[in-house]
Each structure stands twice: as C-alpha cells, then as structure tokens.
C-alpha cells in the first residue's frame, strides 16, 4: 500500500519559516518525481515546487528565492523548507509522487501565516 505522510506545518508569523517532510513507502521512492502542492480556501490546488529523480527542481514564481525542495532517496523523503513566509502562503499542503501512469498523494498538513 502506498503512503505519503506529510509533517512539518502549522501556525508561524509572517517572515518566519518552516520545514515540510513527506515520507513514502509502499514505492521505490528514488525513481518518482516529487513535487509540493498547495490549496488555499476557495482557490485551485497549485504546484509548489517539483524534483525529478536526479534532482533538477523547479519552483512557481511566488516561491522562488524563498523555498527550497530537496530529497533524500535513502530516507524516502522529501523536503519543502519555506522561508520569508507571506500570509499567502497559508494553505493546505500536499506532497506528490508521479512516475508514468501512476500517481499519489498525501494527506496534506495546514500551513497559517499570520500575526
């Protein structure tokens, strides 16, 4: 059975940060593509940040300098570490994995940015 679990969020002030992690099993973990994805209240689920299975990443425009996705294979993880959090950042966040056909994921865990 196929599990992603996110963890890592919760409640920071705006300019703070936070560390999100997703661990996988259930899949070899180092051929997926991973990627980030976020839904805020009345808004369309939005991709984040992706990582190919030999690490070239690409990030949305409104994250870009301020969070960073990295993985490590060994651990079936991977990261979202997001920096110079905004109030806009507030959202539900879903980790991914696609290979092909198939496609998973998370339960998601709730990031709030406010004072």
């Known amino acids: 059975q196929v599990q992603l679990v996110e963890s890592g969020g919760g409640l920071v002030q705006p300019g703070g940060s936070l560390r999100l992690s997703c661990a996988g099993s259930?899949?070899?973990?180092?051929?997926?593509?991973m990627g980030w994805y976020r839904q805020a209240p009345g808004k369309q689920r939005e991709l984040v940040a992706a990582i190919t299975k030999s690490g070239h990443t690409n990030y949305a425009d409104s994250v870009k300098g301020r969070f960073t996705i990295s993985r490590d294979n060994a651990k079936n993880t991977v990261y979202l570490q997001m920096n110079n959090l905004k109030p806009e950042d507030t959202a539900v966040y879903y980790c991914n994995a696609v290979l092909g056909t198939f496609d998973y994921w998370g339960q998601g865990t709730q990031v709030t940015v406010s004072s």
């Open positions: 259930g899949i070899i973990f180092s051929i997926y593509a």
